[in-house]
Structures are given as C-alpha cells and as structure tokens.
T-cell receptor
C-alpha cells in the first residue's frame, strides 16, 4: 500500500507564527494534496500539485502556501497562523487518470493559540 | 460547479440492519466515484469505488449505485455491525482533472 508520512503529528503554534507541515510519499505518485478536516465541512482541498515544482490552489487556499520541491515531498506553509486555522490536516497522494485513488497520511493536528 | 453534496450527516442504525448514504455531484465530467471510511483518530481509507461505465458494484457487504442522469450515487451497507461505525466520505473526480472533491461526510453509528 502507498506510504504517505506526515510530520509533525501534533503541533501547537502561536497566533502570527509560521508553521510548516511536511509530507513525504514513497510511491512515486504525481499528484499530492493538502486537505483540512473540520466538523461539518468534511475534507476541504487547500492546495494540490501534479508534479515537482508545481502547486495549484484548491478550494480554500487563503492563508496557506504550498511547496513541491521534489516528487516525494509536499509542504504546507502557514506564514501567519491564525486561530481559525486550528484543524486536522491531511496530506494525500494519488495518480491522475480514470481511477484517482487517494492515499492519505495519518494527519497533523494543529492548534493555533 | 464541482460540489458534492452528501446526506445524511448522521445516521443511526441497529446492528444487522442496512444503512444508506446518498451523494449528488455537479460536474457532468465526473467519471470516478470513490467511497472512503475513516475510523476515529485514523486517516480516510478507500473501501469501494465505481466508474461511470457501471451502474452497480458490490463487494463484501457494500453496494454502490450510480445514476448518471440524476448525478447521484449511493453507498449501501448491508447487515451492519458495530465495526461499521465510522465516518464515511463520498468523492468525485474526472479524467484529466487533478482535483478530488469530497462530500461533507456521514457519521454512521451502529448500535448493538
């Protein structure tokens, strides 16, 4: 099965601070995604990438940046963290095409105080 | 649009009965519809999927139906067990696109 590793698993940040969430996948998938999960909203797409060097805005990109320096790594960056960004963040990888099955990491629980 | 609507948000059933979750999608180009199950504290995992060239798919107590005309698809869990209690997400994607759009989730609670 696809291996997607997120770090850190838990993070407490202060308002206005910078936060970087990291994701690594070892299955050579072209696509990588960042979602946040909040009660009542399900999984909402923040940013995605279709290969090294590419980043695309998802449905809720405001306040977030992304970086895809290599096929394996995809980071989510909160330059100025706010309490509204307290959430659980999931990274996922997959292949484009007719069957775009996603493989999720274990998630990062972020609290911004 | 690209939204996927999912209902109900909470579903309570008795052990041994069936459970049904319904989703509708907006993007007519959608041709792949996966379902994910998320246990408490875990990540979502694929449990069953259906492509647009099918109307029905069944595996291990799970049935997925797809009505392309109505842009509707559904998950049916037969003979529910306490272990089926979890969050379930439907999703939609399309060939040539990179996005996978999720519904808002259904929390299924199976009581003994």
């Amino acid at each position: 099965e696809a291996a997607v590793t997120q770090s850190p698993r838990n993070k407490v940040a202060v308002t206005g601070g910078k936060v970087t969430l990291s994701c690594n996948q070892t299955n050579n998938h072209n696509n990588m995604y960042w979602y946040r999960q909040d009660t009542g909203h399900g999984l909402r797409l923040i940013h995605y990438s279709y290969g090294a060097g590419s980043t695309e805005k998802g449905d809720i990109p405001d306040g977030y940046k992304a970086s895809r320096p290599s096929q394996e790594n995809f980071s989510l960056i909160l330059e100025l963290a706010t309490p509204s960004q307290t959430s659980v963040y999931f990274c996922a990888s997959g292949e484009p095409g007719v069957q775009n099955t996603l493989y999720f990491g274990a998630g990062t629980r972020l609290s911004v105080l | 649009g690209e939204q996927v609507e999912q209902l109900p948000s909470i579903l309570r059933v008795q052990e041994g009965s069936s459970a049904s979750i319904n989703c509708t999608y907006e993007n007519s180009a959608s041709n792949y519809f996966p379902w994910y199950k998320q246990e408490p504290g875990e990540n979502p995992k694929l449990i069953i999927d259906i492509r647009s060239n099918m109307e029905r798919k069944q595996t291990q107590g799970l049935i997925v139906l797809l009505d392309k005309k109505a842009k509707r698809f559904s998950l049916h869990i037969t003979d529910t067990q306490p272990g089926d209690s979890a969050m379930y997400f439907c999703a939609a994607s399309w060939t040539g696109g990179y996005k996978v759009v999720f519904g808002s989730g259904t929390r299924l609670l199976v009581s003994p």
